[in-house]
């Protein structure tokens, strides 16, 4: 469209941008580095802009097949791009609080779970990260009692240190984690150790009791781990309880259910990120949201969170980077008899 460059160009272009890429993934690995940091994040911003130009671009050649466009459409068009990524960048940076109530028939008194998943601590979004969630958490109202966090605290980008999440031992209200599939990429147990030392419970293939709830913490992975069987899991359920299963992916909520589990909390899908795979998500899988059904004869719930941090590049554009407030209900019984009182005026 301007003219197109000489191939050597190209070539010096790719390799600059391999190396950008490469460079900062080797050296993460052993120590994170500020510059290493800045160097990933303007590769992000290349490798986001780059397919966002492609879809721009396919677009722009499709339409000039059947008619010739002006070209000030074409530097709009183009300009679009920039415009979008700023924004994306910027909104994936505002953690956003949700609300959504869950009617329960065993619960005996009102309980509210900030669900959050996905933090990705890494080498692109790192310690600011952690204290932008420990404030965010300060900030909900006194009423929350508990938050959940469904896996993928770390990215695998960088190693994580035994310091790294100690600002979220400031937070007013204690802390469940159930590990997800990144968690182990630069070892599970510097992640627990960070955990730790931050005072936040985890439940790796275990359970506990929290006032009215039972929860369970089901560790995922994409490698070979140990897990629980079947009939281990059903034996966890207590029938005078709301039982609640952490899992990190969206996945197998009808087994669950039929096992006795009341709720299911997940993350993983971060909703797609951005257009339009945010579509194609919702069209595919249980992609964001509160999902109701009935299982078994009872009601049984799963939410999926968008997550606080993003996947690989720190852009959102059409999901938000949430905590999510989990309102559980007692449930009101809708048989009421009800009676009309009439007034006769002599």
Not at 240 to 257: A, L
Not at 278 to 307: A, E, R
Not at 331 to 344: D, P, W
Request: net charge negative.
């Amino acid at each position: 469209m301007f003219g197109g460059l000489d191939d050597s160009y190209l070539l010096l272009l790719t390799s600059f941008f391999v190396l950008l890429n490469t460079v900062p993934m080797f050296f993460e690995e052993k120590k994170s580095r500020f510059i290493t940091r800045s160097l990933d994040v303007i590769s992000g911003f290349w490798i986001w802009m780059s397919l966002f130009f492609f879809f721009d671009i396919l677009f722009i050649y499709i339409i000039g097949a059947f008619v010739e466009l002006p070209f000030y459409i074409i530097v709009v068009l183009l300009l679009l791009v920039p415009i979008i990524t700023i924004y994306s960048y910027w909104h994936a940076h505002m953690i956003i609080v949700h609300e959504k109530t869950i009617e329960l028939d065993k619960i005996n008194q009102n309980i509210n779970i900030v669900h959050l998943s996905d933090v990705h601590y890494g080498a692109i979004r790192h310690k600011k990260i952690i204290l932008d969630l420990r404030d965010k958490l300060n900030e909900l109202p006194p009423s929350c009692d508990l938050a959940i966090i469904s896996g993928d605290l770390a990215d695998g980008s960088c190693v994580v240190e035994e310091d790294d999440s100690l600002p979220l031992k400031d937070v007013n209200i204690p802390i469940v984690f159930t590990a997800g599939n990144h968690d182990f990429y630069l070892g599970i147990e510097n992640v627990y150790n960070a955990c730790r030392k931050a005072g936040i419970i985890i439940l790796d293939n275990e359970g506990m009791e929290f006032k009215d709830l039972n929860i369970f913490g089901l560790t995922y992975s994409f490698g070979e781990i140990v897990t629980v069987r079947l009939e281990d899991l059903k034996l966890f359920i207590k029938e005078d309880k709301v039982n609640i299963i952490n899992f990190h992916v969206p996945q197998n909520w009808e087994m669950f259910s039929s096992l006795g589990f009341d709720i299911q909390l997940s993350g993983h899908t971060h909703g797609g990120q951005f257009y339009p795979v945010v579509w194609i998500g919702n069209i595919i899988m249980y992609n964001m949201g509160l999902f109701k059904k009935s299982i078994g004869g009872k009601d049984s719930y799963l939410h999926v969170t968008t997550g606080v941090g993003s996947m690989d590049y720190p852009f959102r554009w059409g999901t938000d980077s949430e905590l999510v407030i989990l309102k559980l209900r007692k449930k009101i019984n809708s048989n009421f008899i009800y009676y009309h009182r009439i007034i006769i005026i002599e």
